[in-house]
């Protein structure tokens, strides 16, 4: 194992430790290849990676070690893979929050982000839409989460 293998390691130990995660051979690989590998990869292009080393590791481990990674802050997941595609019937630029509970959309608009946005961008080609996707807890969920357990007799 060279010296960059060896700190990535202590690297995903450590974070591993902090947040209750077994440290597993299949968690390292999925972690080594996200710090080293592509880009913002999808589960299938992990798992095509992953699997030269560990073949008998199967396309719904590496999804379940992602989602893991993502649930406890180790890695984020850049857009949401349980919609194939949304339709806004507002076409006009806009922008959205999205809530991770209950799944609604909401718009709202920032209209100087474009100004802001463009010239920064602009050095990847040519900009085509500029957006804003916020997610979140949304008001309805928050309130129904710190609403009381009616089921529950109170203590006296």
Request: net charge negative; hydrophobic share 35%; proline share 4%.
């Amino acid at each position: 194992m060279d010296d960059s293998n060896d700190e990535l390691l202590q690297e995903f130990q450590r974070k591993s430790h902090e947040v209750g995660l077994k440290v597993t051979t299949a968690r390292f690989a999925v972690y080594r290849y996200l710090k080293t590998g592509a880009d913002h990869p999808v589960v299938d292009r992990v798992w095509d990676a992953v699997k030269q080393d560990l073949p008998a590791i199967t396309r719904e481990s590496v999804y379940r070690i992602l989602n893991d990674f993502a649930s406890h802050g180790i890695v984020a997941v850049v857009d949401r893979s349980d919609v194939v595609a949304r339709y806004d019937c507002n076409p006009v630029r806009h922008d959205h929050f999205v809530c991770e509970r209950c799944g609604r959309f909401f718009d709202f608009e920032l209209s100087e982000l474009p100004g802001l946005v463009e010239p920064i961008v602009a050095s990847f080609g040519t900009i085509g839409r500029v957006e804003i996707r916020a997610s979140g807890v949304c008001k309805s969920c928050l309130a129904q989460e710190n609403a009381p357990n009616r089921d529950v007799e109170p203590t006296r």
